[in-house]
């Protein structure tokens, strides 16, 4: 087993999951040293009934919260200064955020706000630039939910933040938020939190406490990922798979940023398309191209994905290409499960050579075995469906 | 793989380990903003230069306040309370505990006090009576088997009143943990074998008990494999670098998987051999690991045979009948047993007749067992084992755990 010579890891964060997980708030919160939290989520939440449930899970509590369920897809600055303004004249002392995307970011960008001042969030843009544990944040996942929302990152404006004082104290993942999605935002979910927990058990930075998340994450997605696409009346399945995201989070936020991550990441942007439907297409062909230049953890990653019997009867030497395999044949099953409209996508995707090319400089893959030519030959396969 | 209809986990200690890493101690207490630590320790770690190791290596960079290492190999309220009062005087802001179980418990202890300015620590007994986050503490474990580093209970022992108090709460999870390798590099072979089995003992309940979660199982698995990786050769070879710090990965890993997933019946009748006889605990998980996975068999003998994977590897597991893999792994812990014992030189003892004190005493005389079995029947940590027991129950499997032999399979009740 792969240990390497000195390893940090850290994860502050509690995971309640599973029935009623939302009643322990007041609990919880209590522990926290809070009493009064101002809950953030996305302007769809309300309509969908989510904001309600956090709502009822309160009302024997004797707390009284605040809400705003008005964060657009694309926030502002404007909106951080509004919040403040409520967090600080309404005595808040705590976040909640629902969901993933931009009510979390939101929630993790205004903490650092109600943690300091208004200006900290441009001071403390960057990686690693917060330097004190800031006000309690608890994560409540839904379906959508990529893992981004537990981890130690946040996009907001314009700005990447990275720290791990942005990972909430909490996440509480409750059947009643995990509710069903349509397919690409599901799918598009998982095979984020699936690029991220493959590139943590096989890349730098890789060690024993990241790999139990990721070892984790790997196996609840392959193990309902297809169902849930197939049948989003799964439940279990989704609680599964947002615990396998949430876990997914955690790792990542351990570990260094992986090649399928980066170039999938640009290229959702660059081309308009869910990200985690363009690291899916991608991971598989990073890890072969990985596996022809030595990459020697690979062979291990057949274990989450496929579990003991099947690691223990696949010859040695075939190991890592069938942990390659398993992810196109996931990606094929996903495809199917869905009457196609995922493989439509990502068959329709227009790349021109020049966007190609563009996407591998601004990725920032800075390896021997991934220099700009050698990113922009993955894309071109992933285009081509090679 | 299944989904509990609830669980919950949390492990929010900072985790350093390596070859190296006494040296990120001065560091990671400024990132806690502490700047005069209280050393605690015992007396063993000081006279195997332990100290001098962690001295060195925080190199005159922190201003350490006081040493205290007078920690007794039981935990004790007075020693306790006598400690906070020196944390206190010296003006203390944190606490580094280097040592074993008792040493990362009477630290906790000594946080509760200095933190919630109490006199009673009785107030804060049980489960989460504590509410808010204590001082600093850094943990720095020199055995590979508690897991102190990352649970969140403490037991401190009142030997005036007889009684043992137990305290749970995340806040009493230490800040940060450093494991380093250096640190077990001299650890005497019967120890480590001693604290390597009761790292498995941790693994294997959490992996195969009542509370378990898809998280608690992967950092059991993990664990699992490096203990069957590394513990016979470390006790072989107690210089073995590369294995020592496999066996502290292992059992920080281990020290997870059952801070977050409970135990079961290994543990409720070793902490009753423990009280009753005073045998160590990690000799007696050693010992009832295997009764305890035979007794359960009929209920997750399935996850049991799981664990032959971790523990033997890809090609033997591919090679047992599935229907055979769970007595393969209770074979294997036996072996693991017996090789231990050649290992020692005849001290690890692989039954409770063998097991004898520093005088060569036998330290569980037969007619104990019924005292045992009673004790047991008042430890919570049977409400995880699969199966139930009464006091028939525990006496029949002591009787063969006395013995050495396996357990007589018409005999285990099946509910």
Redesign the interface.
């Known amino acids: 087993m792969y240990l390497p010579e000195r390893y940090e890891f850290f994860c502050p964060v509690k995971i309640n999951s599973g029935k009623r997980a939302l009643e322990q708030l007041p609990f919880e919160l209590d522990a926290l040293n809070a009493r009064k939290p101002l809950v953030i989520a996305g302007n769809d939440a309300g309509e969908k009934g989510l904001v309600g449930v956090i709502i009822d899970a309160f009302k024997d509590s004797g707390l009284a919260i605040g809400i705003h369920d008005g964060v657009p897809s694309a926030p502002d600055l404007r909106l951080i200064r509004e919040l403040f303004n409520i967090y600080r004249d309404r005595g808040h002392d705590a976040l909640i955020a629902i969901g993933g995307g931009s009510a979390a970011d939101t929630a993790k960008v205004l903490n650092i706000a109600v943690s300091g001042k208004p200006e900290d969030i441009e001071g403390c843009a960057g990686e690693n630039l917060i330097k004190k544990p800031l006000k309690p944040l608890i994560i409540v996942p839904t379906t959508a939910g990529t893992g981004y929302e537990v981890s130690k990152y946040a996009f907001f404006a314009g700005r990447d933040y990275a720290s791990h004082f942005l990972m909430p104290n909490l996440a509480v993942i409750d059947p009643r938020m995990t509710i069903p999605e349509d397919a690409v935002t599901t799918a598009a979910a998982a095979l984020i939190a699936l690029t991220h927990a493959a590139e943590a058990y096989t890349g730098a930075g890789k060690n024993p406490l990241a790999d139990a998340y990721a070892y984790t994450a790997i196996q609840l997605i392959m193990e309902n990922l297809v169902n849930v696409i197939g049948d989003q009346r799964d439940k279990n399945g989704r609680l599964s798979l947002a615990n396998a995201n949430a876990l997914a989070g955690c790792a990542f936020s351990n570990v260094a940023l992986g090649v399928a991550h980066k170039l999938g990441k640009v290229m959702g942007d660059l081309c308009g398309l869910p990200p985690g439907l363009c690291m899916g297409m991608l991971l598989p062909r990073v890890l072969e191209r990985e596996m022809s230049e030595g990459g020697y953890h690979i062979a291990d990653l057949l274990l989450p994905l496929a579990g003991f019997d099947t690691y223990a009867s696949t010859a040695a030497d075939m190991k890592a290409r069938r942990a390659a395999e398993i992810i196109h044949d996931l990606l094929k099953d996903l495809s199917a499960a869905n009457g196609g409209v995922i493989s439509r996508i990502w068959k329709d995707i227009q790349v021109s050579e020049d966007t190609l090319q563009d996407i591998a400089q601004r990725a920032g893959v800075n390896e021997a075995s991934f220099d700009i030519d050698g990113c922009a030959k993955i894309l071109r396969e992933a285009r081509e469906g090679r | ?1 299944d ?10 200690v ?8 006494l040296e ?1 101690i001065p560091a990671t207490l400024a990132e806690l ?1 502490a700047r005069r630590p209280m050393i605690v320790t015992d007396k063993g770690v000081v006279g195997a230069g332990l100290i001098n190791v962690v001295v060195n290596a925080i190199g005159g960079r922190v201003d350490i306040t006081a040493i205290a290492d007078d920690v007794p190999p039981d935990s004790d309220l007075r020693i306790v309370n006598s400690l906070a009062r020196l944390y206190r005087e010296k003006g203390c802001d944190s606490l580094l505990a280097i040592g074993g179980g008792s040493v990362m418990d009477t630290a906790k202890g000594i946080n509760i006090i200095v933190s919630e300015e109490a006199d009673d620590l009785m107030r804060f007994s049980g489960a ?1 009576a504590l ?2 986050a204590l001082r600093p503490l850094i943990a720095i474990p020199t055995t590979a088997g508690t897991g102190s580093e990352v649970t969140l209970v403490a037991v401190i022992k009142d030997h005036e009143k007889h009684l043992k108090m137990a305290f749970v709460s ?1 806040f009493l999870l230490p800040n940060a943990c450093v494991v380093d390798s250096r640190m077990t590099l001299t650890l005497p072979p019967a120890a480590t074998a001693a604290t390597g089995m009761d790292a498995l003992s941790h693994a294997v309940e959490a992996y195969t008990c009542l509370a378990k ?3 608690s ?3 059991a ?2 664990a699992t ?2 203990i069957s ?1 590394n513990l016979l050769k470390v006790t072989l070879n107690p210089g073995d670098k ?1 294995g020592r ?2 066996m502290a ?1 292992a059992a ?2 281990a020290g ?1 998987a059952f801070g977050n997933s409970m135990v079961g019946m290994v543990h409720t009748l070793g902490h009753s051999v423990g009280s009753v006889c005073g045998v160590p605990h990690g000799a007696c998980m050693a010992i009832l690991l295997p009764y305890g996975l035979e007794y359960n068999m009929h209920k997750n003998g399935h996850l049991t045979a ?1 664990l032959l ?1 971790p523990m033997a590897g ?2 033997v ?2 090679a047992t009948p599935k229907e055979e893999r769970a007595q393969a792994v209770i074979a294997l812990i036996r072996r693991m047993n017996q090789e231990l014992y050649e290992a020692t030189g005849g001290r690890h003892a692989r039954f409770f007749k063998e097991a004898l004190d520093r005088d060569g005493r036998e330290m569980v005389p037969k007619e104990r067992l019924p005292d045992i079995a009673e004790t047991a029947l008042r430890d919570g940590s049977i409400s995880y084992n699969p199966e139930d027991l009464d006091y028939d129950d525990f006496l029949m499997v002591m009787e063969a755990a006395w013995e050495g032999r396996p357990l007589d399979t018409g005999l285990i009740r099946k509910g």
């Open positions: 793989m989904m509990p209809a609830y669980y919950e986990f949390c492990c929010r900072k985790i350093i380990s390596g070859h190296d890493v990120r903003t989460n509410k808010r995340n979660n898809p998280l199982d992967a950092h698995l993990a494999r490096l990786d590369e710090l496999g990965s920080t890993l997870i799981e994977f890809a090609p597991y591919a």
